[in-house]
């Protein structure tokens, strides 16, 4: 039997409705996840193993809080060399794996001021210039996504209040990459409304949207976008950053995962 053949026999039987994608420096959110088996991404059908440091290239299955869910530690990227088909290739295999509701990660650039690196945002739309002409919808309005879930959002935002704290839900900016953004496209985002800018999420989303998946969106801003801070961007930066929402983004990956489950069949809910 294939190493994936006997991942997926786990899952089975843990039937796991979550699945949650990890961005950049995020491993260390998962404090509450209880790994029961784990496969790597080379050994799942239509996956390559990431080259991206902060990309763990394996997906596991446990339980978060108690609660059966899947882990991709890591994700694959456009500007890799990997075609889209391949970059999405996770989300097929989520679907494939029973997942009904898909948390996405990423780590960001704060475009917007109230964003500060360490700071987290819900996903509410994004913009995807991800293809030639991609500016040109834009023109006309029509360059917003939204295939985020507004229930989705809304867990999350209530989380955060009941921790004392505000959570913004504002619209990705998705480009290629591997290049940050030069100052003048940050100042074109600002204009078209882009709260934070990233390198992934978008075609991720737009493939669980299709499969019929429940989508939810977060952004650790790590860095303030090219132009808006004083120091040079770099990769070190990123995963620095992100350590500062770890505790914060474990809490609302708990709530996301834990609202997976009917509230008739919930054991007693942790304190937020």
Same mark, same amino acid.
């Given at each position: 039997m294939s190493p994936f053949a006997e991942f997926a026999e786990t899952? $089975? @039987?843990l039937a796991p409705?979550? $699945?949650i994608v990890l961005g950049s420096g995020l491993a260390g959110a998962t404090a509450a996840f209880v790994e029961r088996a784990m496969v790597s991404f080379g050994d799942i059908p239509g996956l390559v193993p990431p080259t991206v440091h902060g990309h763990g290239g394996r997906l596991a299955v446990g339980e978060w809080s108690g609660v059966p869910a899947l882990l991709f530690l890591g994700r694959l990227h456009f500007y890799e060399g990997h075609p889209w088909n391949v970059v999405t290739g996770t989300i097929r295999t989520a679907k494939k794996l029973g997942a009904k509701r898909l948390v996405l990660t990423n780590a960001a650039g704060g475009i917007n001021p @109230?964003? $500060?690196p360490g700071g987290l945002m819900a996903i509410r739309g994004h913009i995807k210039l991800l293809e030639p002409h991609a500016w040109r919808p834009l023109a006309s309005d029509n360059g917003l996504s939204q295939p985020y879930s507004p229930s989705l959002i809304s867990a999350m935002q209530s989380h955060e209040r009941a921790n004392g704290r505000e959570l913004l839900a504002g619209i990705y900016a998705a480009l290629t990459g591997p290049s940050y953004e030069t100052p003048a496209e940050i100042r074109a985002l600002a204009k078209c409304n882009a709260d934070a800018v990233g390198m992934s999420t978008a075609m991720e989303a737009e493939e669980a949207f299709r499969l019929g998946l429940e989508v939810a969106g977060i952004s650790c801003i790590t860095n303030q976008a090219a132009g808006l801070g004083d120091t040079t961007l770099d990769h070190a930066e990123v995963l620095v950053n992100a350590k500062l929402a770890i505790e914060r983004m474990g809490g609302l990956l708990g709530r996301l995962v834990r609202e997976s489950v009917?509230? @008739?069949?919930?054991?007693?809910?942790?304190?937020?």
């Open positions: 899952v $089975a @039987a409705r979550t $699945a @109230a964003l $500060a009917p509230r @008739a069949e919930r054991k007693s809910e942790p304190r937020p």
